[in-house]
C-alpha cells in the first residue's frame, strides 16, 4: 500500500510530477477512477457501497451507534415495568404533555408505549390513588370543604373542591377531591347540587362540617341551602377590606406609578440584574403588598436604570417611596389599625374606612366556629398544651371537638392552588383535554406531590 492511502488503502493520493502528493485529489485503487477530495471520507465511502459493494464491508473498524451500543443489553420485563410506572407518575405529578414520551425514543434499548397506553396507565394510576385517599375519609368523623368555580382559557367552568380532615395520627391532611368541568349557570341551587353531588360521590355526606368559599352572592346562597355550616374566606374577606381603604386614599398616586414601572420592566428587556416585580391584582391576596415590598428593596437598581433610558416611565419621588413604606407597615401585619396621635391624615383616614369596612363584613364570618377553633388550638396558648389525644379525663372528650373544629381552614387558599395548577395545564396549546382527563392529572398531581419522597 502507497503512503497516505485512505479506507484501507483502497484510495490514494494523487502523486504529483515532483513526487510530492496531492491532498485534494484521490485515486480508486479498484477501478482507477479519480476523485476530489475535501477532508471528508463520506464521499468516498459512497463510491465503495455504489461501485463496489463487496469491497465496502472490509473499510476496518467503526465506532457503534448509540442505537447500536443500546441494542446489545436488553432490559429486562421488570426493569421495563418500572420505567413505564416512573414516566407515568412523572408526567401525572408535573403535568407534562403526553407527547413528551417521544423526548426518549432515540434509545431502542426501551420501547415506548404508545400515547393510548400511557393514558391508560394514568387512568389505572388514577384510580388506585382515589382508592387510597378514599381509605383516609373513610377512617375519620368529620371532613371540611373549601369550593369555587373557575373559568378556562376555553371559557369553560370548572368547579375546585378540596377535603380538609385531621387523622388519627393529629396531622392535618387536605387533598383534592375533583375539579370538574360543570354546565349549568352559578345559580345557588346549582352550586348546593354541585357540593352535594362531590360529597355523595366520595361519601362523606354525613361526615362534613363546614363549607368554605368566597363572599360571592351566589356561594353564601348555596351554603345557606346546605345542612352544615358556611365559613367565608378571611383571607378574600382582608383582601375586600384593604382595596376598599386604598380606594380615594392618598395611597393612589404611589400605586399607580408602582404600576407603570412594573409593566415597564415586565414588557421591556434590560441588561441590569434586578429582582423580578410582580403587579398587584385586586383578587390576588397580599399583591399590593408584595409589589411595595420589593419596588422598595430594588430603588437604587430602578431609579439607575429609568434614568438611562428615555422612557416616560418614572421613577417614585422620595415623599412618594415615604408614603409606601408607611403602607407596607400598614398592611404588613394588619394589626396597627388603631389611630395613634402620631399618624398623619392620610394614614388616620386609611385606618378609619378599613376598621370600618372590616366590621361590616366580620358580621357576615363564622365568628362563633372561629372563636371556639382558637380556644381549642394550642398555638394560641402561652403554656404547654397537654396533647388531646390521652385516652382518660377531660382530654378523651376534647379530642373529637377538637379534630372538628381545628380541620377548617378559614380560608380557601387550597382551592385557589387547584386553579393556578388548571391555568397552567388548560393552555392554548393544550385546548383540547377532556374535562375527564384534566381532572385526572389535576387531582394526581396533587395526590403525588403531597406525597412525603
Not at 298 to 309: D, R
Request: glycine share 4%; hydrophobic share 35%.
Amino acid at each position: 500500500m502507497e503512503e497516505g492511502g485512505l479506507l484501507g488503502g483502497k484510495f490514494l493520493f494523487k502523486k504529483l510530477p515532483d513526487g510530492l502528493l496531492d491532498k485534494t485529489r484521490v485515486r480508486c485503487t479498484i477501478c482507477k477512477a479519480e476523485f476530489r477530495y475535501h477532508r471528508s471520507s463520506s464521499s468516498l465511502v459512497y463510491q465503495l457501497r455504489a461501485k463496489h459493494p463487496t469491497e465496502s464491508a472490509s473499510t476496518g473498524p467503526r465506532q457503534s451507534t448509540f442505537q447500536e451500543y443500546g441494542a446489545r443489553g436488553r432490559i429486562t420485563k421488570n426493569v421495563r415495568e418500572k420505567l413505564t410506572n416512573s414516566l407515568v407518575v412523572w408526567i401525572a405529578k408535573n403535568c407534562r404533555p403526553v407527547k413528551v414520551i417521544r423526548a426518549a425514543s432515540g434509545d431502542v434499548c426501551y420501547n415506548l408505549l404508545s400515547r393510548g397506553t400511557i393514558v391508560s396507565r394514568l387512568h389505572t394510576l388514577y384510580e388506585d390513588q382515589r382508592a387510597q385517599q378514599s381509605s383516609k375519609l373513610v377512617q375519620v368523623r368529620n371532613v371540611a370543604l373549601t369550593g369555587d368555580h373557575w373559568t378556562s382559557v376555553n371559557n369553560d367552568n370548572y368547579l375546585g373542591v378540596t377535603a380538609h380532615f385531621i387523622d388519627n395520627d393529629w396531622t392535618v391532611q387536605s387533598f383534592a377531591l375533583t375539579v370538574s368541568k360543570t354546565e349549568e349557570r352559578h345559580y345557588a341551587e346549582a352550586c348546593a347540587d354541585h357540593f352535594l353531588n362531590v360529597a355523595n360521590e366520595w361519601k362523606i355526606k354525613d361526615k362534613l362540617t363546614t363549607l368554605g368559599t368566597d363572599s360571592a352572592c351566589n356561594m353564601v346562597a348555596a351554603a345557606r341551602l346546605l345542612s352544615f355550616e358556611h365559613m367565608p374566606c378571611t383571607a378574600h374577606i382582608l383582601q375586600r377590606t384593604i382595596t376598599v381603604s386604598l380606594n380615594d386614599s392618598a395611597f393612589e398616586r404611589a400605586l399607580a406609578k408602582c404600576r407603570k414601572i412594573v409593566g415597564h420592566f415586565k414588557h421591556t428587556a434590560h441588561g441590569h440584574q434586578t429582582e423580578l416585580l410582580v403587579q398587584d391584582v385586586p383578587t390576588r391576596w397580599n399583591s399590593t403588598l408584595e409589589m411595595i415590598k420589593r419596588i422598595q428593596r430594588n430603588k437604587s437598581g430602578l431609579t439607575t436604570i429609568l434614568t438611562q433610558q428615555n422612557n416616560k416611565v418614572t421613577m417614585l419621588t422620595d415623599q412618594e417611596l415615604d408614603r409606601l413604606q408607611k403602607l407596607e407597615e400598614l398592611l404588613e401585619p394588619c394589626r396597627i389599625m388603631e389611630p395613634s396621635d402620631d399618624d398623619p391624615v392620610y394614614v388616620l383616614r386609611f385606618k378609619k374606612v378599613f376598621i370600618t369596612d372590616l366590621a361590616q363584613r366580620r358580621d357576615s364570618s363564622n365568628l362563633t366556629w372561629l372563636k371556639i377553633a382558637t380556644a381549642l388550638d394550642p398555638r394560641f396558648k402561652d403554656l404547654k398544651c397537654p396533647k388531646l389525644t390521652q385516652e382518660k379525663g377531660a382530654h378523651a372528650r376534647l379530642a373529637p371537638i377538637a379534630r372538628k373544629y381545628l380541620s377548617t381552614p378559614a380560608t380557601t387558599v387550597p382551592c385557589e392552588r387547584l386553579f393556578s395548577l388548571s391555568g397552567h395545564i388548560i393552555q392554548k396549546k393544550r385546548a383540547s383535554l377532556s374535562s375527564d382527563n384534566v381532572n385526572r392529572i389535576i387531582c394526581l398531581s396533587n395526590w403525588l406531590s403531597a406525597k412525603k419522597d
